[in-house]
């Protein structure tokens, strides 16, 4: 009887062993597919009027995930800067970004009536202006699928003088 007891509690932890490397190995595989995430290119293509007195910023973010495993993105969050003036921000939640390269596309408007005198007045007269976007891409490194232990940022910036139109 004793020698079955013996077997059992070899079996239990040889399977407990097992469980918890495989967890561990798990954990390190999601873990290194966030953090091989990278950003190829953050582009302003332009700013565009909407009416007298809003606008609108369009950019790309270029993001290229070089392992196979899918990597569950959080949320990604921009902050946009007109002639150093803080106009805004926004964010893209909860995604998935599959193995390879993948564009981003984000339409951001804002109002002049909340900028200095100088600013609007280079924006009304068409002049070129210093667009400037910073932003994070937010991974969430999960246990198991379930649990979040730690999150991931992949900091981005851009900066561009534009003409509006």
Known sequence: MKEKWKLYRKIKFVITI?????????????????????????????IYPISLDEYEVKFTLTLYNPKNTEI?????????????????????????IKHGTHNYTFLFSFS?????????????AGESIDIKIKGDVIIPA???????????????????????G
Do not use: Q
């Open 18 to 46: 097992i469980i918890i490397s495989g967890v561990i190995i798990h954990l390190f595989l999601v873990y290194s597919a966030a953090k091989s995430l990278e950003t190829k290119e953050v582009k302003i293509i332009g």
């Open 72 to 96: 569950e993105v959080d949320h990604i969050s921009y902050n946009v800067y007109i002639e150093n003036e803080f106009v805004g921000y926004g964010e893209k939640p909860h995604f998935i």
């Open 112 to 124: 002049i009536l909340n900028l200095s005198s100088a600013t609007k007045s280079l924006i009304l």
């Open 142 to 164: 999960k246990f198991l699928g379930i649990f979040t232990w730690r999150y991931i940022k992949l900091p981005y910036e851009t900066e561009e003088k534009l003409k509006i």
